[in-house]
């Protein structure tokens, strides 16, 4: 379940702000999980606090994911409560993936706790590190999986959590702010006295690709920093994106509308903004469903600061086809070598209505010139 920054989650309506945080509630506040055939059952104290929670929770998802199935179930004896959530293929990936990012460093959920440890971090932040690689995009097209991945290795420690969002949202922060969620200097040195291997470490937030100021601010903090993209077919990252936002309350137009509305809502925010950062308005950040996926002119941004060297380009179909050869090709960007990860999760992969027929080859036409020109820039074949 992705989550967006603090400073993203601010511009939300309030209703929705107060949404997202039940959400993160209910996945993390269970005490038992329960697999079922179809999907998942997460108990909870039979309280009238929770009851409230879990009312809501499925009163949103209920609309916002329509495919999966939504139940409570009481254990009168034990006093227990249990939500079911059950569905078609996906819904277990779904539910695993939304409990291990908001549990692990990858989007821990929001709390008390979690400021105070960065809180704490701040204080030693001098002698902490600068990242020594950034995932910048793009958004849902895998990033999720590929830090996860990455940060298995024993030669990579990872970020506080995944998604900092230093480079664009927060970029008025002090760099020890920002440092303040990466690993000290003693813990690198540490750990080359007891294995004599690098010790790197990195963050992943995928808005960075899109956002027109990024590189040069990338540049100015840590100019030798690798740079890795993942890219998906444009057609279905949009249709995927559309569906998280779905999921989120954050649309209700239909996605062939929300496709048609997208160049009026981004024109509207350009002309009442003041901000140069335009990007970082709330139009940019969740209706940008075709202007993410012109790839090219995003890469070509990142490409005029920094060396082609220090920027990677893997594809999101060949992550989930072949995970092997595309994480190696990520470890050999950093020169390490090969370590397979525990487990190739995915995540972020909830079920949803196939995408119209008519609606795709709308969007292929769109997007096919882009593509033509991402295959030229990066010397490659068509990617899709």
Same mark, same amino acid.
């Given at each position: 379940?992705?989550?967006?920054?603090?400073?993203?989650?601010?511009?939300?309506?309030?209703? *929705?702000?107060?949404?997202?945080?039940?959400?993160?509630?209910?996945?993390?506040?269970?005490?038992?999980?329960?697999?079922?055939?179809?999907?998942?059952?997460?108990?909870?104290?039979?309280?009238? #606090?929770?009851?409230?929670?879990?009312?809501?929770?499925?009163?949103?998802?209920?609309?916002?994911?329509?495919?999966? &199935?939504?139940? @409570?179930?009481?254990?009168?004896?034990?006093? !227990?409560?249990?939500?079911?959530?059950?569905?078609?293929?996906?819904?277990?990936?779904?539910?695993?993936?939304?409990?291990?990012?908001?549990?692990?460093?990858?989007?821990?959920?929001?709390? @008390?706790?979690?400021?105070?440890?960065?809180?704490?971090?701040? *204080?030693?932040?001098?002698?902490?590190? =600068?990242?020594?690689?950034?995932?910048?995009?793009? =958004?849902?097209?895998?990033?999720?999986?590929?830090?996860?991945?990455?940060?298995?290795?024993?030669?990579?420690?990872?970020?506080? =959590?995944?998604?900092?969002?230093?480079?664009?949202?927060?970029?008025? !922060?002090? +760099?020890?702010? %920002?440092?303040?969620?990466?690993?000290?200097?003693?813990?690198?040195?540490?750990?080359?006295?007891?294995?004599? +291997?690098?010790?790197?470490?990195?963050? #992943?937030?995928?808005?960075?690709?899109?956002?027109?100021?990024?590189?040069?601010?990338? &540049?100015?903090?840590?100019?030798?920093?690798?740079?890795?993209?993942?890219?998906?077919?444009?057609?279905?990252?949009?249709?995927?994106?559309?569906?998280?936002?779905?999921?989120?309350? *954050?649309?209700?137009?239909?996605?062939?509308? #929300?496709? $048609?509305?997208?160049?009026?809502?981004?024109?509207?925010?350009?002309?009442?903004?003041?901000?140069?950062?335009?990007?970082?308005?709330? #139009?940019?950040?969740? %209706?940008?469903?075709?202007?993410?996926?012109?790839?090219?002119?995003?890469?070509?941004?990142?490409?005029?600061?920094?060396?082609?060297? +220090?920027?990677?380009?893997?594809?999101?179909?060949?992550?989930?086809? $072949?995970?092997? /050869?595309?994480?190696? &090709?990520?470890? $050999?960007?950093?020169? @390490?070598?090969?370590?397979?990860?525990?487990?190739?999760?995915?995540?972020?992969?909830?079920?949803? $209505?196939?995408?119209?027929?008519?609606?795709?080859?709308?969007?292929?036409?769109?997007?096919?010139?882009?593509?033509?020109?991402?295959?030229?820039?990066?010397? /490659?074949?068509?990617?899709?």
């Amino acid at each position: 379940m992705s989550k967006p920054s603090d400073s993203n989650l601010s511009a939300w309506p309030p209703n *929705l702000q107060v949404r997202h945080k039940n959400t993160e509630a209910v996945f993390t506040g269970c005490v038992e999980t329960a697999e079922l055939d179809d999907g998942y059952g997460l108990c909870y104290p039979d309280t009238p #606090a929770w009851e409230e929670k879990l009312e809501a929770f499925i009163s949103d998802w209920r609309v916002g994911s329509p495919n999966m &199935r939504f139940s @409570l179930r009481r254990e009168v004896d034990t006093h !227990r409560v249990w939500l079911e959530i059950t569905g078609p293929e996906g819904t277990k990936q779904f539910v695993e993936g939304a409990r291990y990012m908001l549990t692990s460093h990858l989007n821990p959920a929001g709390s @008390l706790m979690f400021s105070l440890r960065h809180g704490l971090r701040f *204080l030693t932040s001098p002698l902490r590190l =600068k990242p020594d690689f950034v995932v910048i995009g793009a =958004k849902k097209c895998g990033t999720t999986a590929l830090y996860d991945y990455m940060t298995q290795h024993p030669a990579i420690a990872p970020a506080l =959590k995944k998604e900092i969002y230093y480079f664009n949202a927060f970029h008025g !922060r002090s +760099q020890y702010w %920002y440092r303040a969620f990466f690993p000290t200097l003693f813990e690198r040195m540490m750990a080359k006295g007891r294995t004599a +291997q690098p010790f790197l470490t990195g963050e #992943a937030t995928p808005d960075y690709l899109y956002q027109r100021e990024c590189p040069e601010r990338v &540049r100015h903090l840590i100019p030798k920093a690798q740079l890795i993209a993942i890219l998906r077919n444009p057609v279905d990252r949009a249709y995927s994106f559309y569906n998280h936002n779905l999921r989120a309350g *954050l649309e209700t137009l239909s996605f062939e509308a #929300a496709i $048609d509305a997208e160049e009026e809502r981004l024109a509207e925010e350009r002309e009442h903004m003041v901000d140069p950062d335009r990007e970082n308005g709330f #139009a940019f950040m969740n %209706y940008s469903y075709k202007a993410r996926g012109v790839y090219v002119d995003q890469l070509t941004n990142w490409a005029d600061v920094f060396p082609t060297q +220090q920027l990677l380009v893997l594809k999101t179909e060949d992550l989930f086809k $072949d995970p092997e /050869t595309t994480l190696r &090709r990520a470890f $050999d960007s950093l020169d @390490l070598p090969y370590h397979a990860p525990a487990k190739f999760r995915k995540m972020n992969t909830a079920p949803y $209505d196939p995408l119209q027929p008519h609606v795709r080859r709308k969007l292929e036409d769109h997007f096919a010139p882009h593509n033509a020109r991402l295959a030229k820039f990066l010397g /490659t074949d068509p990617l899709w």
